[in-house]
């Protein structure tokens, strides 16, 4: 049969997906055991659950961080707008119609982005500087310039690993940048100020809404870098040639990540026994 598919032509046309249906079940499989596993462990309701996700890989300083009345949000300002400029890059190369775009942007671009790092490195540094006595530090730092640099940070992020990880992840992939101009990159900046804008109108629902999306957007980036290390450990990367061919890498990936959160959440909880997050009396 398979021969007088070739003769005739038409197994040129067949597309025969990379996983088998065993693979993809058993991919499915484990990560609705590890998901159940953290959910159910988890506080309830859904900003208890991106507490549980921001527990795992933000020190929730509850001074460094906005509040939802007596609530504080999943992740500090700095996170918080680490993982909002993740999602608005990832977002803004999807409306470009470059999600197959596997090169990072030009060289000039890309020592702008670098720059974004750079700042919230330096804003990083700074306040850490804060926390430790007779310490000397440059300036006073404030949760919106934590928030600023933060998002700037996300925004770079986004922008140099997720074609890296189109290339991986696609047969396909498309050799173009997926930022190509500075006008795109001010597009960008000019939504990213819009979202700090909204964070800081200290509007209820909108810090509800956005400290559920920076949660995810933690979740997205660590199930990504988890399922570009399958991909490559396991030696099928650049397979995908349909969204079928998607599920096992991502849902491996989305595995290791909740494995990840869960076992942090635990060692975490096992010492701390509270769900909140660290109080730094006179931390600015």
Same mark, same amino acid.
């Given at each position: 049969?398979?021969?007088?598919?070739?003769?005739?032509?038409?197994?040129?046309?067949?597309?025969?997906?990379?996983?088998?249906?065993?693979?993809?079940? *058993?991919?499915?499989?484990?990560?609705?055991?590890?998901?159940?596993?953290?959910?159910?462990?988890?506080?309830?309701?859904?900003?208890?659950?991106?507490?549980?996700?921001?527990?795992?890989?933000?020190?929730?300083?509850?001074?460094?961080?906005?509040?939802?009345?007596?609530?504080?949000?999943?992740?500090?300002?700095?996170?918080?707008?680490?993982?909002?400029?993740?999602?608005?890059?990832?977002?803004?190369?999807?409306?470009?119609?470059?999600?197959?775009?596997?090169? $990072?942007?030009?060289?000039?671009?890309?020592?702008?982005?670098?720059?974004?790092?750079?700042?919230?490195?330096?804003?990083?540094?700074?306040?850490?500087?804060?926390? $430790?006595?007779?310490?000397?530090? *440059?300036?006073?730092?404030?949760?919106?310039?934590?928030?600023?640099?933060?998002?700037?940070?996300?925004?770079?992020?986004?922008?140099?690993?997720?074609?890296?990880?189109?290339?991986?992840?696609?047969?396909?992939?498309?050799?173009?940048?997926?930022?190509?101009?500075?006008?795109?990159?001010?597009?960008?900046?000019?939504?990213?100020?819009?979202?700090?804008?909204?964070?800081?109108?200290?509007?209820?629902?909108?810090?509800?809404?956005?400290?559920?999306?920076?949660?995810?957007?933690?979740?997205?980036?660590?199930?990504?870098?988890?399922?570009?290390?399958?991909?490559?450990?396991?030696?099928?990367?650049?397979?995908?040639?349909?969204?079928?061919?998607?599920?096992?890498?991502?849902?491996?990936?989305?595995?290791?990540?909740?494995?990840?959160?869960?076992?942090?959440?635990?060692?975490?909880?096992?010492?701390?026994?509270?769900?909140?997050?660290?109080?730094?009396?006179?931390?600015?």
């Amino acid at each position: 049969m398979t021969s007088e598919l070739a003769n005739t032509g038409v197994a040129d046309s067949v597309e025969i997906p990379f996983y088998s249906q065993r693979a993809i079940t *058993l991919a499915l499989l484990s990560l609705a055991i590890i998901f159940g596993a953290w959910f159910f462990n988890a506080p309830p309701g859904l900003l208890g659950k991106a507490d549980a996700i921001g527990y795992a890989i933000c020190h929730r300083i509850d001074s460094r961080s906005f509040q939802i009345g007596n609530l504080q949000l999943p992740l500090c300002a700095r996170c918080t707008g680490i993982y909002l400029g993740v999602v608005l890059g990832a977002a803004a190369l999807l409306i470009m119609r470059r999600g197959r775009a596997g090169n $990072i942007p030009p060289l000039r671009i890309v020592v702008v982005l670098i720059l974004f790092i750079v700042i919230m490195g330096v804003d990083g540094v700074n306040s850490y500087m804060t926390l $430790i006595p007779r310490l000397p530090f *440059l300036y006073q730092p404030q949760n919106w310039l934590r928030l600023v640099t933060g998002t700037l940070n996300g925004v770079a992020i986004a922008n140099l690993f997720f074609p890296m990880f189109t290339q991986t992840l696609w047969d396909d992939w498309r050799d173009e940048a997926g930022l190509q101009s500075f006008r795109e990159l001010g597009l960008i900046v000019l939504a990213a100020a819009v979202l700090i804008i909204l964070v800081l109108s200290g509007n209820e629902i909108v810090l509800y809404l956005f400290g559920l999306i920076s949660a995810a957007g933690v979740m997205v980036l660590l199930a990504c870098t988890m399922s570009m290390s399958f991909m490559l450990m396991t030696r099928s990367e650049n397979k995908a040639k349909s969204w079928r061919d998607v599920i096992v890498p991502f849902s491996t990936g989305l595995t290791i990540a909740f494995s990840v959160i869960l076992l942090i959440d635990v060692v975490r909880f096992t010492f701390t026994g509270t769900w909140g997050g660290f109080v730094i009396p006179g931390a600015f």
